[in-house]
T-cell receptor, first 110, second 117 residues
Framework: QKEVEQDPGPLSVPEGAIVSLNCTYSNSAFQYFMWYRQYSRKGPELLMYTYSSGNKEDGRFTAQVDKSSKYISLFIRDSQPSDSATYLCAMGGGYQKVTFGTGTKLQVIP | GAVVSQHPSWVICKSGTSVKIECRSLDFQATTMFWYRQFPKQSLMLMATSNEGSKATYEQGVEKDKFLINHASLTLSTLTVTSAHPEDSSFYIC?????????????FGEGSWLTVV
């Protein structure tokens, strides 16, 4: 079993839809969680960083962490074509190596 | 704006030559930097962890004599691909761990496309 599982997609949604991206993990030592957006041929860009269970909101993006279920989500409201990218979840604990999901490819159709 | 800068963005080199890629943290000191490789439509593959002032820690299967990593200062790490071959053509990305004030967040560079001909 991989430490971090992420559905690779692709996920296609119409413009304006609410997008839900998810990752599950098995290592209970993970303490902080991140979401990155990667456009084609570019380095990943940090979107959200969370350190505890609960929700964190930033504009159209909401990150949700449920440590008891070992499940994290990223919600995108009012999705735009410019949101089309690959979204990577990542997580780590203390100074341990950060572990990435395989990424979910999202396509928002105008 | 970018907090980690990577240079060059793309490079073409002849087979057998060496290529150096630089990774700089712009507004923070990074005691730890990471080097990744990414093939098309695949996720990031960690190659090595670079620690300032000490030898890099390579992941299993990564040739340390081929991929030389130097982390000479708290803001600069370099990856040198030695005796490059066409199969080394890939997208190389560095990242740096932020200081505690940034909550151990990992910031990525823009990536470097290497094509070996």
């Amino acid at each position: 079993q991989k430490e971090v599982e992420q559905d690779p997609g692709p996920l296609s949604v119409p413009e304006g839809a609410i997008v839900s991206l998810n990752c599950t993990y098995s290592n209970s030592a993970f303490q902080y969680f991140m979401w990155y957006r990667q456009y084609s041929r570019k380095g990943p860009e940090l979107l959200m960083y969370t350190y505890s269970s609960g929700n964190k909101e930033d504009g159209r993006f909401t990150a949700q962490v449920d440590k008891s279920s070992k499940y994290i989500s990223l919600f995108i409201r009012d999705s735009q074509p410019s949101d089309s990218a690959t979204y990577l979840c990542a997580m780590g604990g203390g100074y341990q190596k950060v572990t990435f999901g395989t990424g979910t490819k999202l396509q928002v159709i105008p | 704006g970018a907090v980690v800068s990577q240079h060059p963005s793309w490079v073409i080199c002849k087979s057998g030559t060496s290529v150096k890629i630089e990774c700089r943290s712009l507004d923070f000191q990074a005691t730890t930097m990471f080097w990744y490789r990414q093939f098309p439509k695949q996720s990031l593959m960690l190659m090595a962890t670079s620690n300032e002032g000490s030898k890099a820690t390579y992941e299993q299967g990564v040739e340390k004599d081929k991929f030389l990593i130097n982390h000479a200062s708290l803001t600069l790490s370099t990856l040198t691909v030695t005796s490059a071959h066409p199969e080394d053509s890939s997208f190389y990305i560095c990242s740096a761990r932020g200081q505690l004030s940034r909550g151990n967040t990992i910031y990525f560079g823009e990536g470097s496309w290497l094509t070996v001909v």
